[in-house]
């Protein structure tokens, strides 16, 4: 059974490269993705990203999903108003509700080479 006092670790690497994609941000001193991923901020980024998968698991709940696909966090963080910000970075996401296709065959023989590899 997992510790659940251990505190939740974010990929320093990757919250740095994330940053940096941000136009308005520019350059990210080192040690600026350290301060966020070991402070007090962790619980509000973690508490953030529940938020989403909640909405987004809704969504999918609400389309009778059994799974949570990119569409359905798009369709999350098109509803939802906190989430506003985060239109931009969905937008070339399909939706297949709203006329998007999606590759099922390709998504299927990827589900299954997975499978296989277990």
Known sequence: MKNKNKATKFPV????????????????????????????????????????????????????????????????????DMLDFLKEIVQAVPDPSAGGTIDIDSENAEGRSKKRGK
Not at 41 to 53: C, G, N, Q, S, Y
């Open 13 to 80: 690497a990757r919250i740095k490269r994330i940053m940096q994609k941000d136009e308005e941000v520019g350059k990210v001193a080192q040690a600026t993705p350290v301060v966020i991923c070991a402070c007090p901020a962790t619980k509000a980024l973690e508490l953030f990203l529940a938020m989403i998968v909640e909405e987004a698991s809704n969504v999918t709940i609400d389309r009778g999903s059994k799974r949570v696909e990119a569409y359905h966090l798009k369709h999350a963080i098109e509803t939802v």
